[in-house]
Structures are given as structure tokens and as C-alpha cells.
């Protein structure tokens, strides 16, 4: 399997492969799988030896996670996958959805063109699952803006500070001078980073040493984004602004289960850092991430290739919104263009 192997990706991926590779030409497989193979860095080599081979006729989307294996006390985000061996590609691709397992109501139904599902435009093939016309017109809608994130020259990391690590450098509380704040999920808000902010054991600082320099940031401003949150969650992204103008220490601590967005040659302004959390902060963004991404992780992988609008457009959005941020997604819609109809309905969802 050291083909389709990168990371350390779960051993179902290896089960659909075999299957495949079992299949004559216009044979069938279906497959019932946790969703996390559609996108993300550990399958990108399966999708692609995958679709090289057999190409996607039909996915089944179940709404609730709990719900639908809840017997075996599963908690992943399923789906079931329908494939055939190459003869011919699908120029169309299925989408249906059911709150759990029971298949007895009517099932939601949607067909898209396959390279509206299929993306392979940054060489990943991802899969990306509209269940909706609406989901449609998002993925039209933030596929249209003329840049992707990192041709912004933004970035993306992941939080440097691994807890059970850097055990002997985290402190319960801040030490003066000696101490700089250790930023944890808990700590961001959408639009705002609060601390110190205690939250049961969790540690609230990490010391200021040459042993812990490594691990530390430079203050600048940043905009911090959660990796984690449950898709019964009303948002699947959360970003809150951390702005150099707000602190006294040099340097602050990042923890793992958040990702900090910066710029790679120079520091966001405030306009800026405001504008790029209003878009992910969205109803706009929020749905397009669902839909690129079933995945309860936010990885910094997906938020590289996802198409933004020119930093102007951020700069003016932020400049709006930091005024009064409570008008955000109506700020963000108008700016972007978001027709007021298809705003009401992601709304309403």
C-alpha cells in the first residue's frame, strides 16, 4: 500500500483500494467510510490513485453523526460511496442525504457536474459534497474570487505549543515578566481573544526562556482560527483577532488546537485581521467549508487552497466591521456580493 500512503491516514482507505483493484471495468463498488477522505493532506494520494481508476457515480450524505450508527456507538461523519471501474467517466454526480440511517422517508436529492464535486485544480482531488442547489451556488460563488489564500502572501501554521510537550514550561498562572500568555481554543471568540481566561486545569501561560523561545510568537497581529469543533456546532469556523496594539508581552504562545493566519512578508494591519476574520467568521465561508471539508478538524490545508477576494476587499470589509462587528455578515455579503435571496436562505439553514 505504500502508494497510496502518506501520514498516518485511518485503514479503511487501503480496504477501498483492494476492492478496486478486485474490479473489472464497469464493476461496482460501494463503500460505507467516514467522510475524512474527501479532503486533507493524509489521503490526497488514495483520492488521486483512486480516481485514476474509478470514477464517482453517487454519494449519500448523513446529516446527523450521533445518530445514524449510534447501536455501535459510532461518532464520525459517514457516508456512503458509489464507484465503478473506468470504462467511461460520470459527467454527473449524485448527491443524496438522510438525517440518519432510515431510508424509509423521502431522501434529499441533488446532481451536480462532476468537476463541480471533483476538484483537482491544485493537483489534490478533492471531493467536494454540495447537497444542496444552495451548496451549488456557494462553491460558484467563492470560487469565483480571483485569488487563493496564499497567493495573498498569507499563511497558515498550526500552534507550536503542544501541552503534554512543553509540560515543564506551561504555568497554571502568569509570572510577570518572566511568563507571556498561552492562547488555547477556550481563549477565542469570533472577533476577539480573551486573557487570561481560566477554564478548569488549563494552563494559563508559558515561561519566557531561552528553552521555551522556539515555541513562542512574536506579538503581531494575528487572526486566530480553532481547529476543532463538532458539526452540530451552529459554526464550524470560529476566528478571533489578536492585535499587537492590545498587548504588553513581547511574545505569545500558540497552543496545538489552534492556527494562526499572518503574513508571510509583513504584519496584517488591523483592517486587515478584521476583514480576514469577518470572511471566516461568515455564513458564506462557514458553508463552503462544509462543504469542501467533513472533517470536525480545521485543517490549514483546505484553508490554503480556498479561494479569497484581493486583500483591498478584505482591508474595506475589515474598516466596516470593526466599527460595529455585530453587522458582519450582512457587511460581508453585501461586500462579496451575495445575493440577498441566497443570504436568507444560508441564513435560515
Same mark, same amino acid.
Given at each position: ?44 494520494? /488514495? ?13 449519500? =450524505? ?12 459510532? %461518532? ?23 438525517? +440518519? ?62 501541552? /503534554? ?8 498562572? !502568569? ?12 481563549? $477565542? ?13 488549563? !494552563? ?21 482560527? &480553532? ?9 464550524? %469556523?470560529?476566528?478571533?483577532?489578536? =492585535? ?14 489552534? *492556527?494562526?493566519? #499572518?503574513? +508571510? ?14 470572511? /471566516? *467568521? ?5 458553508? #463552503? ?26 482591508? &474595506? ?14 457587511? $460581508? ?17
Amino acid at each position: 500500500m505504500g502508494q497510496i500512503v502518506h501520514g498516518q491516514p485511518n485503514v479503511y482507505a487501503f480496504f477501498m483500494a483492494l476492492a478496486v483493484k478486485m474490479l473489472k471495468e464497469g464493476g461496482e463498488l460501494v463503500a460505507i467510510t467516514p467522510r475524512s477522505f474527501c479532503n486533507g493532506l493524509y489521503f490526497r494520494a /488514495f483520492r488521486r490513485w483512486l480516481f485514476e481508476r474509478a470514477a464517482l457515480e453517487h454519494i449519500h =450524505l448523513f446529516e446527523s453523526r450521533s445518530d445514524t450508527f449510534k447501536e455501535s456507538s459510532v %461518532l464520525q461523519e459517514s457516508m456512503i460511496t458509489k464507484v465503478h471501474r473506468l470504462g467511461a467517466a460520470c459527467p454527473a454526480i449524485s448527491v443524496t442525504s438522510s438525517f +440518519a440511517g432510515d431510508f424509509r422517508g423521502t431522501l434529499a436529492r441533488f446532481e451536480a457536474a462532476a468537476d463541480r464535486i471533483l476538484d483537482n485544480s491544485c493537483g489534490d482531488c478533492v471531493i467536494r459534497i454540495p447537497a444542496s442547489a444552495q451548496d451549488h451556488r456557494v462553491i460558484g460563488l467563492v470560487e469565483s474570487f480571483p485569488t487563493r489564500f496564499t497567493d495573498l502572501g498569507l499563511r497558515i501554521s498550526t500552534g507550536p505549543v503542544v501541552l /503534554f510537550r512543553a509540560s515543564e514550561l506551561v504555568l497554571d498562572y !502568569p509570572h510577570g515578566n518572566a511568563s507571556v500568555p498561552l492562547l488555547m481554543p477556550h481563549n $477565542v471568540k469570533c472577533f476577539d481573544t480573551i486573557w487570561p481566561l481560566k477554564k478548569n486545569a488549563k !494552563p494559563q501561560a508559558i515561561r519566557l526562556c531561552p528553552a521555551s523561545v522556539r515555541l513562542l510568537r512574536p506579538v503581531r497581529n494575528y487572526v486566530l482560527l &480553532r481547529r476543532f469543533t463538532a458539526k452540530e456546532e451552529r459554526r464550524r %469556523l470560529c476566528a478571533g483577532c489578536f =492585535l499587537r496594539a492590545q498587548q504588553s508581552a513581547s511574545h505569545v504562545g500558540i497552543e496545538n488546537h489552534l *492556527n494562526y493566519v #499572518y503574513h +508571510a512578508h509583513r504584519e496584517l494591519s488591523e483592517d486587515e485581521t478584521f476583514g480576514l476574520a469577518s470572511l /471566516f *467568521n461568515s455564513t458564506l465561508f462557514d458553508r #463552503y467549508f462544509r462543504v469542501i471539508s467533513g472533517s470536525t478538524q480545521v485543517n490549514a490545508t483546505e484553508i490554503r487552497t480556498m479561494r479569497f477576494p484581493d486583500l483591498k476587499t478584505v482591508e &474595506r470589509i475589515g474598516r466596516r466591521i470593526m466599527a460595529d462587528t455585530s453587522q458582519a455578515d450582512a457587511i $460581508v455579503a453585501s461586500e462579496l456580493g451575495v445575493a440577498k435571496a441566497l443570504h436568507r436562505q444560508l441564513l435560515e439553514r
